[in-house]
Antibody, heavy 120, light 109 residues
Framework: EVQLLESGGGLVQPGGSLRLSCAAS????????MCWVRQAPGKGLQWVSA????????WYADSVKGRFTISRDNSKNTVYLHLNSLRAEDTAMYYC?????????????WGQGTMVTVSS | QAVVTQEPSLTVSPGGTVTLTCGSS?????????TYWFQQKPGQAPTTLIY???NKHSWTPVRFSGSLLGGKAALTLSGAQPEDEADYYC?????????FGGGIRLTVL
C-alpha cells in the first residue's frame, strides 16, 4: 500500500524559511516522479513543483521559482520542499504526490498534507 | 500563463448523468495535456479519479469516465450517487508545469 506522510509545516514569519518532508513507502521510490501541490484556505489547488525519480530534473510553478527548491533522498525514500523567502500568499496546505512513472509531475497518489502558515 | 477553466458549479439528480468540462485558454485540450481529474470532499485530501485523459485510478468507480469533448477535457459521471457530491479539479500539462482549473462544486440533489 502506498503511503505518503508529509511533515515540517508550521507557523513562520514573512521572509522566513521552512523545509517540508514527505516520507514514502509501499513502492519502489526511484521508479516514480514526486510532486507538491498546495491549497490555500478556502481556495483551489495549485501545482507547485515536481522532481524526477532519479532526482536530476526538477520542475517549478512560476509563482515559486527561485524561492522554493525540491529535492529527494532516494536512500531515505523522502522528497523535500525547501521554502525560502516566504510570503503571506504561500500560506496553504501542502500535499505530496506520487506520479505514475519516473518523469511524472502530477499526483496519482496523495498524502494527507502539512499546513504552512506565513504570518507575523 | 495559460488559464484552465471549469464551470463553477453543477447540479445533478441522483442516478443522473453529468459532464464536467475543462478548457484551456491556449486552444483545444488534447492528449498532450495529459489531463488529470481529482475529487475532493470537505476536510479531506484530494484523490485522483482520472489520469492521462481517460485512465482510471485503481479505486475509481466505473461510473466515472474521462474523455476529450469539443476541444475540452471532460469528466462524465453516469449514475450519480449522493457520495459523489464534492469539488472536482482538472489539471493540465503545459510542457514543464501543471495548471489546475478553478474547480467545480458538484451537488447531487
Amino acid at each position: 500500500e502506498v503511503q505518503l506522510l508529509e511533515s515540517g509545516g508550521g507557523l513562520v514569519q514573512p521572509g522566513g524559511s521552512l523545509r517540508l518532508s514527505c516520507a514514502a513507502s509501499g513502492f519502489t521510490f526511484t521508479d516514480y516522479g514526486m510532486c507538491w501541490v498546495r491549497q490555500a484556505p478556502g481556495k483551489g489547488l495549485q501545482w507547485v513543483s515536481a522532481i524526477s525519480g532519479s532526482g536530476d530534473r526538477p520542475w517549478y510553478a512560476d509563482s515559486v521559482k527561485g524561492r522554493f527548491t525540491i529535492s529527494r533522498d532516494n536512500s531515505k525514500n523522502t522528497v523535500y520542499l525547501h521554502l525560502n523567502s516566504l510570503r503571506a500568499e504561500d500560506t496553504a496546505m501542502y500535499y505530496c504526490g506520487k506520479g505514475t512513472h519516473p518523469t511524472a509531475i502530477f499526483p496519482y497518489d496523495w498524502g494527507q498534507g502539512t499546513m504552512v502558515t506565513v504570518s507575523s | 500563463q495559460a488559464v484552465v477553466t471549469q464551470e463553477p458549479s453543477l447540479t445533478v439528480s441522483p442516478g443522473g448523468t453529468v459532464t464536467l468540462t475543462c478548457g484551456s485558454s491556449t486552444g483545444p485540450v488534447t492528449g498532450g495535456h495529459y489531463t488529470y481529474w481529482f475529487q475532493q470532499k470537505p476536510g479531506q485530501a484530494p484523490t485522483t479519479l482520472i489520469y492521462d485523459t481517460f485512465n482510471k485510478h485503481s479505486w475509481t468507480p466505473v461510473r466515472f469516465s474521462g474523455s476529450l469533448l469539443g476541444g475540452k477535457a471532460a469528466l462524465t459521471l453516469s449514475g450519480a450517487q449522493p457520495e459523489d457530491e464534492a469539488d472536482y479539479y482538472c489539471l493540465l500539462f503545459y510542457g514543464d508545469r501543471g495548471i489546475f482549473g478553478g474547480g467545480i462544486r458538484l451537488t447531487v440533489l
